[in-house]
């Protein structure tokens, strides 16, 4: 791994964007919000002249077109990361396999959109690829195959709103959209939990996480650095509260002048259909089951 | 978006009007905490949460409502919700907030709950 900052651009110097046209709402969208921030920006019309454009300058944001498939934008990020291995690249496409996200994500894309998509969200993460100061392997796969993929994430929010956003980019037609959004919403909590009392947010920490994906089945297992703790000890976690008194814990985090807290998990045992924690407790499953495909008719 | 959040007054009711998403991301929610508190602060005690453009809530979103909503207790005030809809009223319900915290369709009629009873307009 790099050290955390290698990628940091100096603050005084103007900031440059490369974008290839998608057109319409999303062209008109990135330039509005790479120019109320000064940035200049460069547009081409496909992906064809990037790598030259790129080996000749740098750029501290490159987004890709929505016509090209996901494997020739990967296989350009790679080659445009052998020259500006910071760059930070955001591949939008229209054209993908559900396997993409995971090479997508070994290559060291910033981030990664499939249509279709909320532009207010592809606004967000360009926001945060011009404010994230550090961010090399933030995210790193240890291995992946479509049904198992491992990965090591740093403990830090950027970084998880990364791999989720890697994870909306995930389209399974075998997975229902609102199934898929309860797992993502339940593993982000999970995720964040573990970031923050794991490991204390601390960049320097990594948490880590597989995906599987079983016929009937999704898991995530997500495993902090942390010294673990028990479901039982949580009086101040929502998890924790009597069933006649739900909000038991909300006064006991008042009373010890805690900031407000402690719905993670609750919220997260809700939306899946297991969580089941290891004895330490700094290794956590959350398992959703798929009702199986319907049979055809005969 | 982030979060944008504007405040109004109705007779001793602050009501703020919520845009945008209540989510621990790019420190949305604790923009609202700190709104919060600053308000509970400075001595409001009925306050109402108008939800109606509110798009994503996270658990430290709704820590913080429900946060606010004890501490408003504790000093004797009251905080109820207006309009949530979508994911944001599909989160509330997950975590019964919506079965503890009065929640509301109708502004005039959220207006009216934080009155003591036996009030009436004309008395």
Known sequence: ?298 | MGLQISTRESGDVTILDLRGRSTIDGGESELLSYQLQKLVASGVRKLLLNLADLTQVDSSGVSIIVGTYVSLKRQGGDLGLLRPSGRVLEVLTVVHLIDVIPSFQDEAEALASFRPRGYSASS
């Open chain 1, 1 to 298: 791994m790099t050290t955390p900052c290698s990628g940091a651009v100096a603050p005084t110097t103007q900031k440059t964007a490369l974008l290839v046209a998608s057109g319409g709402e999303v062209d008109e969208l990135l330039t509005n919000v790479l120019a109320s921030e000064g940035w200049s920006i460069q547009r081409i019309v496909d992906n064809q002249h990037i790598l030259a454009l790129a080996r000749a300058k740098p750029f501290d944001l490159i987004v890709t077109g929505r016509e090209t498939r996901v494997a020739e934008d990967v296989e350009l990020l790679r080659k445009i990361r052998g020259a500006r291995p910071h760059v930070r690249l955001i591949i939008l496409t229209d054209k993908f396999t559900p396997g993409d996200v995971i090479s997508a994500m070994r290559e060291g894309a910033f981030s990664y959109f499939s249509a279709p998509f909320e532009a207010s969200e592809l606004a967000e993460m360009v926001r945060a690829a011009m404010a994230e100061p550090c961010w090399d392997d933030g995210i790193e796969v240890l291995s992946g195959t479509p049904e198992w993929v491992t990965l090591t994430a740093r403990c830090d929010l950027a970084t998880a709103d990364r791999l989720v956003q890697f994870l909306h980019g995930v389209r399974d037609p075998s997975i229902p959209e609102a199934e898929k959004d309860h797992v993502i919403f339940a593993f982000k909590e999970i995720l964040i939990n573990a970031m923050e009392h794991g490991g204390h947010f601390d960049p320097s920490q990594h948490v880590e996480i597989s995906f599987i994906r079983a016929r009937r089945a999704i898991a995530c297992r997500v495993k902090d650095p942390g010294e673990g703790f028990s479901l039982e000890e949580l009086r101040h976690a929502a998890a924790g509260s009597s069933p006649n008194d739900l909000f038991s814990h909300a006064r006991v985090r008042d009373a010890r002048g805690m900031r407000p807290g402690g719905f993670g998990i609750l919220l997260a045992k809700k939306l899946v259909d297991e969580l089941i924690y290891n004895e330490k407790g700094n290794e956590v499953v959350l398992v959703k089951y798929l009702d199986p495909p319907e049979s055809p008719i005969i």
